[in-house]
């Protein structure tokens, strides 16, 4: 049996003397204290200190069944036992690989009916860029390279996808490729205005049409977008949205990729954001959920239409990763689709995302920092803001946001705060008396958050 150390000072130390953490401000870790985390079960997780949080976030919104499955456990081993490791190169594959393929074609929005992994979100995004680019050029169409995204859209943390995610921050430390664009994102909250949330909807898409006019749709390859905005705050597009975006793709010949990396896989209360809004994308990425974390997985949707152009062109396309289709997560992923389909946690998902959102707004409707509380299936966010009613933020360097963090964590509750958006994304095991806990801990954080900075 592999033994890891367990003196959690000696981890702490050793972690500060020779671990990079991804996206962290090095410096203010190393002046601070690592967490270290042990152990997981259900919702649950404990650090080296003997604190147990309720994981209000699912880890970083991946771990949908929860942490003690034990048929995903199993999957894994017995996988291993049998092959390990083998690749999908050379006219190979291996039969989780193509058992996961057959499943997931079976499930996914229509037309998609080919699939491509990777073992991270980025890599699946990056995946999708790279094909919609040469999808057009075996059309004959090579100059259709832009990508179109949005503010605040999250698409990973490569330098293509700090490039094609609307964070400014990410831009500026060399994520700024060329041939990448922004348009307005549906922020209702806080864009509206006077504007219907429907007339809002148009208004954010046809910022889109109006790019394509300036550009010219012969030079655009693609637009992305998550369903709902995960990273960027939890921002729920209005109805109105989503159909408008689709028929300006169509109508301009641009292929649609939604990025399912935090929607797919029941988080929403359906199995896929495009499913909620009747997207019928050419490309899907999804991640996370697919294998509800317990090992690294991402599988890229791809449409009859881009597929088939591959397939009938011929001719080897350069891309492609060592772990692609990686027998032991492909297991995993079968073993964690039985699970969401016998644990009904779609279902779940739905029913105890409204218990949730209406528990929070019951809690904390009329609180002076809050508002807004949104929210569709297990996907949440709170709006703290200085103008309640007039809808504007705190100075940034107020940092309420992370100061709510703060107080979430000592009250056991894991919240993310984007920006002063507070998000919750449990995992969709999670029970009612759980539920309430969320509740009560939350609203225990936003008090002590509204005594400091009032
Ligand atoms: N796309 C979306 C919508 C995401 O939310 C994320 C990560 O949070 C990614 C892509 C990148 O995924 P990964 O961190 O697995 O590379």
Redesign the pocket.
Known sequence: MLDIPNDIDHLRAVDNAHHLHPFTDHKSLHEGRVRVITRAEGVWIWDGDGQRLLDGMAG??CVNAGYSQPTLVEAAARQMATLPYYNCFFSSTTPAVAALSERLARMSPAGLNHVFYAS????A?DSALRIARQFWKLQGKPEKRIIVSREYG????TIA?ASVSGMTDMHKQAGDLPDFHQVMTPYTWRDAGDLSPEEFGLKAAQSLEAYIQQVGADKIAAFIG?PIQ??GGVIIPPDSYWPEIQRICRAHDILLIA?E??CGYGRLGAMFGSDVYGIQPDLM?T??GITSGYVPL?ALFVGDRVAETFIEQGGEFYHGFTYSGHPVACAVALANLDVIDSQNLVGAAERQGATLLAGLRDALGDHPLVSEIRGRGLMIALELAEDKAGHKPYASSRKVGLTCRNFATEEGLVMRACRDTMVLAPPLVISDEEVGLVVERAARAIDRTWGQIK
Not at 120 to 123: I, P, Q
Not at 154 to 157: A, D, E, L, R, T
């Open positions: 970083l919104w991270s979100g980025s890599e995004v999250y698409h990973g943390s996808g998550e995960g990273a990025d990396v935090i990425t991640a996370k991402s």
